[in-house]
């Protein structure tokens, strides 16, 4: 399939070699799809992800989603890829229930 075909089947999913060594992300933005994906995997309806991400719109939602079904490996290996190590987060949330209620 033709490069020309494939944009026309996600137009809203784009490449670019300086945004992110070139991984999938919204037309525009530097938001990756694989934010999109996994804001979807823990259960938040498409309908929903434009309220975590406002500048995002629905149908850059679904179009991400879209690709995402045709791209799940190569999806999936950039989210492992970006994954925070568990003692980070826990460490991460301690750190803010410690000093988030401190008044300065």
């Known amino acids: 399939?033709?490069?020309m075909s494939r944009e026309h089947m996600h137009p809203y999913v784009v490449r670019d070699e300086n945004v992110l060594d070139g991984e999938p992300v919204i037309r525009g933005t530097k938001t990756p799809v694989r934010a999109i994906v996994e804001l979807w995997r823990q259960h938040i309806h498409p309908e929903e992800i434009p309220?975590?991400?406002p500048h995002i719109t629905l149908a850059q939602v679904f179009d991400a989603l879209s690709y995402y079904v045709?791209?799940?490996?190569?999806i999936n290996r950039y989210i492992e890829?970006?994954?925070v190590p568990e003692d980070l987060i826990h460490h991460s949330l301690w750190y803010h229930h410690c000093f988030s209620s401190r008044s300065i």
């Not at 045709?70 to 190569?74: D, F, M, S, T, V």
């Open 1 to 3: 399939m033709s490069s």
């Open 51 to 53: 309220t975590h991400l």
């Open 70 to 74: 045709e791209h799940q490996a190569e």
């Open 81 to 83: 890829m970006n994954r």
